[in-house]
Structures are given as structure tokens and as C-alpha cells.
Nanobody, 123 residues
Framework: QVQLVESGGGLVQAGGSLRLSCAASGRALSGYAMGWFRQGPGKARDFVAAITRNGGNTRYANSVKGRFTVSRDNTRNTVYLQMNSLKPEDTAVYYC????????????????WGQGTQVTVSS
């Protein structure tokens, strides 16, 4: 079993940047495909980005393509989400997740979840 802890959230003005981190413990992160999801107030948990085990391939939601970048450092057991050109509609709790299916975009494809980190973008 792997434990995931997100960090790096906060309050930022529109147009600003944040980098989220997801640190894993319990098992080597290299054994898992990783994903980022977000959930706004009163909304479903939506796919944001995914990355393969070796970091060689990525996938993004259309709403963040060109603005967000997912990466991973398996030697540090950490996955990152660099978020640039942030918009108020990016406001949400961001979750990282681990699973066996590469580049999955549905929550059901991930087995492990962090507790989430709040990102708030002011206009």
C-alpha cells in the first residue's frame, strides 16, 4: 500500500503560478501510474493530468492543456503538478492518485488517494 501526501497549494492571483507536490511513502512510486484530479465546491472530482510510471508520457484535460505540466521524480518518490497562467476556475481541492492503469482519466482507475491540497485563484 502506498500513502500519498499533497502540498504546495495556496492562494494566488489570476495569471500566477503554483507547483503542487505529491510525496509517496510505503512503496516505491515507480510501480504506479499517477494522476492529478481536482474537485471544486459542489462539483464532481475531475481529471486534470496523468503520467506514466517512467514519466515518458503524459495526458491532460483540455481545460489545463498548455498551462499545467505533470512530472515525476521516482528517485524522490514525488510527483509534481506545475500550474501556470492560473484562472479563477482552477480553484479547487487538488488530489494526487496512484494506480495500475497508465494515463487513466477516471477516478475508478486509481486505487490510492492523498488528502488533497486547496488551490484558490483570485480574480
Amino acid at each position: 500500500q502506498v500513502q500519498l501526501v499533497e502540498s504546495g497549494g495556496g492562494l494566488v492571483q489570476a495569471g500566477g503560478s503554483l507547483r503542487l507536490s505529491c510525496a509517496a511513502s510505503g512503496r516505491a512510486l515507480s510501480g504506479y501510474a499517477m494522476g492529478w484530479f481536482r474537485q471544486g465546491p459542489g462539483k464532481a472530482r475531475d481529471f486534470v493530468a496523468a503520467i506514466t510510471r517512467n514519466g515518458g508520457n503524459t495526458r491532460y484535460a483540455n481545460s489545463v492543456k498548455g498551462r499545467f505540466t505533470v512530472s515525476r521524480d521516482n528517485t524522490r518518490n514525488t510527483v509534481y503538478l506545475q500550474m501556470n497562467s492560473l484562472k479563477p476556475e482552477d480553484t479547487a481541492v487538488y488530489y494526487c492518485s496512484a494506480g495500475s492503469r497508465e494515463l487513466g482519466s477516471h477516478t475508478s482507475l486509481y486505487d490510492y488517494w492523498g488528502q488533497g491540497t486547496q488551490v484558490t485563484v483570485s480574480s
